[in-house]
């Protein structure tokens, strides 16, 4: 199943247990189609670029919520119920290009994923941590020379 961002611009007068209805209600009809959502982010109140016109006024500010799922392509055919949605200035689906998930994932023989062929890192070097560590005592000596001198 392919990555999609949902983008849904609600109206700023909508209280927050009424958005949350909203976003579960979209989280439901994933779940229905066997989809998974893999992330919800809210931006909160946000200046719009223009005027949205709607049937009860002009809106200059909206509430931005996005919803990242994995769902089937036909699911882009099944959100058309939000056109009638009262709390929705506007909504947008955005499809993820060039996302390997999933057996795909897990089958890519080109190497890059291998773990092999990255350098360990500076934890397992004990070396570089015994001479970093020699430096450090020389430092300590050092300071308190410094401070002896002073008496």
Known sequence: MPLYDCMLLLKPTVER??????VAQVGRHVYHRNGVITDIKSFGRTFLGYAIKKRDGRFY???????????PPSFNKELHYLNKEDRLLRWLLVKHKNTVYGLDFMNDDDGKHNLLNYPKSGLYNTKDRD?????????????VEVTEETK
Do not use: F, I, P
């Not at 001479?131 to 300071?143: A, G, L, M």
């Open 61 to 71: 500010k909206g509430q931005l919520m996005q919803m990242t799922m994995m769902v």
């Open 17 to 22: 247990v009424a958005l949350m209805d909203l």
């Open 131 to 143: 001479e970093d560590d020699e430096d450090d005592d020389e430092d300590e000596e050092q300071c």
